[in-house]
C-alpha cells in the first residue's frame, strides 16, 4: 500500500515494513523545511498507533537530506521564533526515537546537519559506501551548533572526542570513516543497502553506544578537564568574540555531558540566541552569497572537455592541476622542461592528497600532459595563459596562437594587471578574450574573476562563468579595470601594513591587529605569501592607474631579493617547511591605537570607490568577491555589510581623523556619505 502527502511517500512491503521515502517536489535536495517536519509529525503519529513491522527512512534524490532549511533562518526575527522552530525539529526527533518498533536510516549523498541529526533518532544507520556519501553536522559554520538533538546523541553514539570533533570542525566523514567510529552500524554497496536494513530490523541487534574506552572522559569530573582542552584548540582558530558558537557548544557539553533531556533544553536555547546573533546573520548570508556567486555559471550553456594552459608556472602550473582533478583533459605547455617537471610533481602532490585512491590519483594524472610543443593547443575548448606578467610577451603569444585555435574556443589570460584592451590589441578577435583571473593558492582560493570588457562576446563571457563552475570554483564578473575588483581593495591594506612596519611597527604586532579583527591571516604574512614581488607590480599599476603611494619601503625589498616565502626572505623569516619565524605575537608589545583603524579603513575605502565605478555590479558581489577572494572575515559578512552594521556616519568621521593625521592616502570616497540634498 502506498501513500502520498507532499514530501514524503510511504509504502508498507508484505513483510509489515514501512519504507518512508523523501522527495521534495521541485528541488535537486531534501531539506527539513517546516512542512516536510510537519508531515512527518503527523506521519509518526499514525505509526504510534499501527506499530509496523519496522521503519526506513530513505531519499529518493541523489543525496539522503543537506539539513535543516537555510531559508527559513532568514526569515527568523526573535529568539522566540527561532526556539519554536528548533522545538518542533527536535520533538519530531524525539517522536522517532520512542518509536515502538526498530527504525532504520538508509543514508546516500549528503546526510548533514538536521539531516543527520533526524538520523541519529533512528535505532540504526546504514550507509552506501560510495565516495559521494558524507555524513556530518557543519553548523558551526553558519555560527550555529546542531539544535535537533545532535549534541544531546551523537557523543553517546561515537564517544565525546570524535563527536565534539565533528561538531566543532564542521568536517564531514565519509560511509566508511562513519562506520569505523560507530556512527553508521554498516557501509555497503549502494545495491546491498535495503537488504542490510530488513536484516537489522528482522534481527534487531543490540543499539550500537559508544564503547567504554571512548566515553572514560565523559564523566562530570573529567568533562571541564577536557572541556578546557578543547576550548584552547578552538581558541587557535577562532575567537570567541567573532565564531561563538563552538564555544557554546562545548559549555553545554561540559556541563550537561549525558543528560539527555538537559542537553536538548540547553540545545534549544543556545541556537536560537545564537541564530539571531550577528555571526550567523552574517554567515547565513556569506552562505547565499555563495550560492548566487554559483549561479552566475551555468554549466549547461558550455561543455569544456579539453582545456590547453600555456605558462607552467606558480598559477599556470596549479590551474592546469586543478582542471586535471575535476575531470578535464589538461595539456600544460611552458618552454622549460624544468617548469613542467615541477607542474607535474605539483601535481601529483595535489591529487594524492584530495584523491586518496592510487587508481584515482593515476586516472588524473593521466588526464594531465605535459605538452613542451603545444600540441593540444588546436584540440583545446578552452585555452588559459597564465606567462609572465609581460605586455609585450602576451602579446607576441597571442598573435602566434590565434591562428592554430580552434574555431569557436574560448581564449582567458589570468593576468593580475593587464587591461584587456591592451592585450587584445593583438588579436583578430579580441571580443572572444576574457580575464580569468584564479587567485593563488588555486586549490585553496574559491573565486575567479571573470573579466570582460564593453566589448567582449556575451558568449565568450557565459562560457567563462560556466567553465569555473564545471571546475568547481566561483565566478565573479568584474568590470576590465586596474586591479580588478580583489586586487584593487586588498592593495591598499597591504600597503598600509608595510608602511606601518616601515614606520617600526614589528610584522607580527601589525598582524596580531588584522587577527584581531577577524582576517584569517595577516596582511605582512598574506604580502610575504603573495610575493613581494608580484604585490609590487600590480601597486605599481594601481599608482600609474589610479596614483595609490607605493612605499619605498617595499621597493627596497624586492631589489635586495627578500621576496617572501619563496625566497625564504621576506618580511619574515621561514624555515624550510616554509613557516615563518618569530610571527606568533607576544604579551604586553607597543601598537599604536588606530593600526586596525588604518588598515581597515583603506580597504573599506577602496572598496567603496569600487562599487561607485561599477568595478562589480552590486555591493553583495562585492562583499562575495571580497569574502572569497581575500579571506575577508566572512563573520563580519564582507565590507560593505560591516559598514553598514558598524554606521556610515562612524567610519567616514574615522576617515575624516587619519586623512588629516596621515594625508591623501585617506582621502575619502565621495560615496561615504551621500552628497547635500541627494538621498542615498
Ligand atoms: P611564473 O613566473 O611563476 O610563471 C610563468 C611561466 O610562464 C614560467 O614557467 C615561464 O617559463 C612560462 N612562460 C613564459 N613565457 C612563455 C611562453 N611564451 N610560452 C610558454 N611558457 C612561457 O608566473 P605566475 O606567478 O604563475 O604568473 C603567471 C600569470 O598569472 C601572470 O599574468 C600573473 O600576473 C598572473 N597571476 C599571478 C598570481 C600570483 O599570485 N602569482 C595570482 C593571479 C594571477
Known amino acids: 500500500m502506498t501513500t502520498k502527502n507532499n514530501n514524503w511517500q510511504r509504502e508498507t512491503d508484505a513483510e509489515g515494513i514501512v519504507w518512508l521515502t523523501i522527495d521534495l517536489p521541485g528541488s535537486s535536495t531534501n531539506t527539513l523545511n517546516r512542512e516536510v517536519l510537519e508531515e512527518l509529525d503527523g506521519i509518526l503519529a499514525e505509526l504510534e498507533a499501527q506499530r509496523p513491522t519496522g521503519l526506513v527512512i530513505q531519499s529518493a534524490k541523489s543525496n539522503f537530506i543537506v539539513g535543516a532549511d537555510i531559508k527559513e533562518f532568514t526569515r527568523i526575527e526573535t529568539m522566540e521564533q527561532a526556539r519554536e522552530l528548533i522545538h518542533r525539529g527536535q520533538a519530531v526527533v524525539n517522536r522517532l526515537e520512542n ?40 553548523e558551526v559554520r553558519l555560527g550555529i551548533h546542531p539544535g535537533f538533538g545532535g549534541v544531546a546523541r551523537l557523543p553517546r553514539l561515537v564517544g565525546a572526542t570524535a563527536a565534539m570533533d565533528m561538531m566543532l570542525t564542521g568536517r564531514s566523514l565519509s560511509a566508511r570513516a562513519a562506520s569505523k567510529i560507530g556512527l553508521v552500524d554498516y557501509a555497503v554497496p549502494r545495491r546491498h543497502l535495503q537488504r542490510a536494513a530488513r536484516q537489522l530490523i528482522k534481527t534487531q541487534p543490540p543499539k550500537r553506544r559508544a564503547g ?33 558558537a563552538p564555544y557554546a557548544l562545548i559549555d553545554i557539553w561540559s556541563e550537561y555531558g549525558t543528560d539527555k533531556p538537559a542537553v536538548l533544553e540547553a540545545e534549544e536555547q543556545s541556537v536560537a540566541r545564537l541564530i539571531v546573533g550577528d555571526t550567523a546573520r552574517n554567515l547565513v548570508r556569506v552562505f547565499f552569497l555563495q550560492e548566487r556567486l554559483k549561479s552566475l555559471g551555468d554549466k549547461k550553456a558550455f561543455t569544456p572537455r579539453r582545456i590547453h594552459v600555456i605558462g607552467g608556472g606558480v598559477m599556470g602550473g596549479d590551474i592546469a592541476a586543478w582542471c586535471a582533478l575535476r575531470g578535464l583533459q589538461v595539456t600544460v605547455q611552458d618552454r622549460s622542461d624544468v617548469h613542467l617537471a615541477r607542474v607535474m610533481e605539483r601535481a601529483a ?41 609581460n605586455v609585450e610577451a602576451k602579446q607576441n603569444l597571442y598573435r602566434e596562437i590565434e591562428p592554430r585555435m580552434k574555431p569557436g574556443a574560448l581564449l582567458a589570460t589570468n593576468t593580475s594587471s593587464i587591461p584587456l584592451q591592451v592585450l587584445g590589441e593583438a588579436l583578430s578577435d579580441p571580443k572572444r578574450l576574457v580575464g580569468l583571473h584564479f587567485f593563488n593558492p588555486v586549490a585553496k582560493m574559491q573565486l575567479v574573476e571573470i573579466v570582460t570588457t564593453a566589448d567582449t562576446n556575451a558568449e565568450a563571457a557565459t562560457q567563462a562563468a560556466a567553465f569555473t563552475r564545471h571546475i568547481d570554483r566561483l565566478p565573479l564578473p568584474v568590470n576590465s579595470s586596474p586591479g580588478f575588483l580583489v586586487n584593487r581593495v586588498l592593495m591598499p591594506y597591504l600597503l598600509e601594513a608595510v608602511t606601518l612596519e616601515a614606520e617600526g ?47 619605498a619601503r617595499l621597493r627596497e625589498l624586492v631589489k635586495a631579493g627578500r621576496l617572501g616565502k619563496k625566497s625564504g626572505h621576506g618580511f619574515y623569516r621561514y624555515d624550510k617547511q616554509g613557516k615563518p619565524l618569530g610571527a606568533k605575537p607576544g604579551r604586553g608589545e607597543y601598537c599604536p591605537p ?51 552594521q558598524t554606521g556610515r556616519e562612524k567610519l567616514a568621521a574615522k576617515m575624516a581623523e587619519l586623512h588629516k593625521k596621515y594625508g591623501d592616502r585617506f582621502q575619502a570616497d565621495e560615496s561615504w556619505l551621500p552628497a547635500p540634498g541627494r538621498a542615498e
Open 99 to 138: 518509536l515502538r518498533c526498530p527504525t532504520v536510516a538508509l543514508i546516500h549523498g549528503f546526510c548533514l546537519g538536521g539531516g543527520l541529526e533526524l538520523a541519529l533518532g533512528c535505532d540504526y544507520r546504514v550507509a552506501d559506501d560510495d565516495q559521494d556519501t558524507r555524513l556530518g553536522l557543519p
Open 505 to 551: 611597527l614589528a610584522p607580527k604586532v601589525i598582524d596580531a591587529e588584522a587577527l584581531r579583527f577577524g582576517m584569517p591571516m595577516g596582511p605582512i604574512l598574506l604580502a610575504d605569501t603573495v610575493g613581494l614581488d608580484i604585490c609590487l607590480s600590480v601597486a605599481e599599476i594601481l599608482s600609474k592607474e589610479l596614483g595609490v603611494e607605493v612605499p
Open 349 to 389: 602532490k595535489l591529487f594524492r592528497k584530495k584523491l586518496r585512491k592510487p587508481r584515482l590519483i593515476q586516472q588524473a594524472l593521466d588526464r594531465l600532459m605535459p605538452d613542451r610543443r603545444g600540441e593540444g593547443l588546436a584540440q583545446a575548448d578552452v585555452v588559459i595563459e597564465a606567462i609572465f606578467e
Open 212 to 244: 567504554r574506552l571512548s566515553t572514560l572522559g565523559d564523566t562530570a569530573l573529567l568533562r571541564p578537564l577536557l572541556a578546557r582542552v578543547l576550548r584552547k584548540k578552538v581558541a587557535a582558530r577562532a575567537r570567541p568574540e567573532h565564531y561563538p
Open 594 to 644: 588606530d593600526t586596525q583603524d588604518r588598515l581597515i579603513s583603506r580597504l573599506l575605502n577602496e572598496a567603496l570607490a569600487c562599487l561607485r565605478e561599477g568595478v562589480v555590479a552590486d555591493a553583495d558581489l562585492l562583499d562575495a568577491g571580497i569574502i572569497f577572494g581575500t579571506g575577508f572575515a566572512p563573520f563580519r559578512g564582507g565590507p560593505m555589510k560591516y559598514i553598514e
